[in-house]
């Protein structure tokens, strides 16, 4: 079974409508974080959280909000999704010591029309 | 704050080709730094990493990276390619200290059989 595990794996919504991404994981790790990818752009930012309590932007975090249930669970919500939203979304994780390698998830294509 | 860049964004090489990426990083302190690989519909995947220690590094499926500190450099090699290595790869720094992984915009490598 795989460490990381993102729900839904594609989504196709309209504008306006609210939508989340559910990742999960079974690692253990404290650090979660949530990523879009863009072609030309690489990976940004957009939230991460370092434990049940404990939430931080990132490089793009307007018009995304998320929740961290658990230490397994940590979700991004479009509140209101747009266009410019469409992009492939990774969920990744790692432990507070060490390196810093970071282990991803199998993302989350989402398209907004 | 800590940035990535990596150039020629596209590379299209035959198999035994030798291949070299290279990536920059702007930050004067202590780093970790990464290559990830995400084949075509695949999540990343940690190719190889520094954290201390010798420069050159290994890495899975054949390939190397050199550290070079005085030129805030970590590029990727691979004395041979195979139609296999086509894939999107990333450079990614962490600052020491830092939690979070700063990403390249990424490498489209096409290998020809």
């Known amino acids: 079974d795989a460490d990381v595990t993102q729900t839904p794996r594609n989504r196709i919504t309209k504008t306006g409508k609210r939508i989340m991404l559910e990742c999960s994981q079974t690692k253990g790790h404290d650090r979660m974080y949530w990523y879009r990818q863009d072609p030309g752009l690489g990976l940004r930012l957009i939230y991460y959280?370092?434990?049940?309590?404990?939430?931080n932007k990132g490089e793009i975090s307007d018009g995304y909000s998320v929740s961290r249930q658990a230490q397994a669970k940590f979700s991004l919500s479009l509140e209101s999704a747009i266009p410019n939203q469409t992009a492939l979304y990774f969920c990744a994780t790692r432990t507070g010591l060490g390196d810093n390698e970071q282990f991803f998830g199998p993302g989350t294509r989402l398209t907004v029309l | 704050a800590q940035s990535v860049s990596q150039h020629n964004h596209h590379v299209i090489l035959s198999e035994a080709a030798s291949l070299e990426l290279g990536c920059n990083y702007s930050?004067?302190?202590?780093?970790?730094l990464f290559w990830y690989v995400q084949y075509p519909g695949q999540h990343l995947q940690l190719l190889l990493k520094?954290?201390?220690?010798?420069?050159l590094v290994k890495g899975i499926k054949g390939f190397e990276a050199e550290f070079i500190k005085s030129k805030f450099s970590f590029n990727l090699r691979k004395p041979s390619v195979q139609w296999s290595d086509t894939a999107e790869y990333f450079c990614?720094?962490?600052?020491?200290?830092?939690?979070?992984?700063?990403f390249g915009k990424g490498n489209q490598v096409v290998v020809i059989p």
């Open positions: 520094y954290f201390s220690g010798d420069p």
């Open positions: 930050y004067g302190g202590t780093v970790n």
């Open positions: 959280s370092f434990d049940v309590k404990d939430i």
């Open positions: 990614a720094v962490n600052a020491r200290g830092n939690n979070r992984l700063a």
